[in-house]
């Protein structure tokens, strides 16, 4: 993890998504872009004397200055929680939002993107507009989706949901290694839709496979609803961050529901780390 790239919109949510960048960014020294994309107004064509230059001149002051008191506010709220910015840098950029996620990906060479959540009944399709699962989908990037009112300050568990593929095997890795930087304990989930003999060994060399890393894996029926497995993976083994190999949109569409990502017993929504096959 060498750079991490923040989306922001200047709101409190994607501040607390900043905070957690930072402390995610000392651990790893590594570096932290925030962006903030935006968008020109629409005009009427009849105003044939508008000067389009002018507008842009102010709109892009207007940004740069409101990207100027946020900064002030972040820099605030990191002493204020004893969190040091390792390094910081800031891209103010006019165009459509995922469009300018890729292109900074590809361009800064991001390796990670930590994204804010607002809550809701649709708390993932809120952040930034109605877009993100469409970003987290299409992103090839570790994408570390933090929901509203999210606090760090107790985690313990990070959950890890596979079907024992050996495909999987470099997303665990990459879990377990994200997890030693937190200094938290990982946990499988594998949703087991019926026992077999092949099934049984194949767990028990996963088992051993990872067992110097102190993986602990659960084996649980998923009775044909594999949302429900996973809800109950979340509150009855205390996960406070839940990661997933990207699946089929739809599936995430799905996922993307307050149903699902909130601890029932709690009624706090998790993180999610989405990694990529």
Same mark, same amino acid.
């Given at each position: ?30 570096? #932290? ?33 409101? $990207? ?6 972040? &820099? ?9 910015? @390792?390094?910081? &840098?800031?891209?103010? *950029? ?28 649709? =708390? ?9 699962? !469409? ?37 665990? +890795?990459?879990? %377990?290694?994200?997890? /030693?930087?937190?200094?938290?304990? #990982? /946990? ?16 028990? !060399? =996963?088992?051993?496979? $990872?067992?110097?890393? @102190?993986?602990? $894996? ?7 609803? *594999?949302? @429900?497995? %996973?809800?109950?993976? %979340? ?34 929504? +998790? ?7």
């Amino acid at each position: 993890m060498k750079t991490i790239l923040v989306p922001t919109d200047f709101s409190e949510v994607a501040n607390n998504a900043a905070l957690f960048a930072f402390k995610l960014a000392k651990k790893s020294n590594a570096r #932290v872009i925030l962006l903030h994309t935006y968008n020109l107004p629409f005009t009427s064509g009849q105003m044939m004397n508008f000067d389009p230059t002018v507008l842009y001149e102010n709109i892009d002051l207007n940004e740069f200055e409101l $990207f100027k008191e946020n900064n002030q506010i972040l &820099y605030k709220l990191a002493e204020e929680r004893n969190i040091q910015i @390792n390094e910081m &840098y800031h891209k103010l *950029v006019l165009g459509e939002l995922i469009t300018t996620i890729k292109e900074c990906i590809k361009v800064d060479n991001v390796d990670f993107v930590v994204m804010g959540t607002s809550g809701g009944d649709d =708390w993932f399709s809120k952040i930034l507009g109605t877009n993100t699962d !469409s970003v987290i989908t299409s992103l090839q990037v570790p994408t570390l989706i933090i929901p509203k009112d999210f606090q760090d300050d107790e985690l313990e568990t990070i959950g890890f949901t596979t079907r024992f593929r050996d495909k999987d095997k470099p997303a665990l +890795i990459k879990t %377990i290694d994200f997890a /030693k930087k937190l200094g938290l304990s #990982v /946990k499988g989930l594998y949703s087991q839709e019926e026992e077999s003999e092949s099934e049984t060994t194949l767990i028990a !060399s =996963w088992k051993e496979e $990872f067992e110097s890393s @102190n993986v602990d $894996f659960v084996v649980t029926p998923s009775n044909n609803d *594999v949302l @429900n497995a %996973i809800q109950f993976f %979340i509150t009855h083994y205390s996960i406070d961050i839940l990661v997933m190999v990207s699946y089929k949109r739809d599936f995430f569409t799905e996922l993307f529901t307050q149903r699902f990502t909130q601890k029932v017993s709690h009624n706090i929504a +998790i993180p999610l780390l989405v990694l990529h096959e």
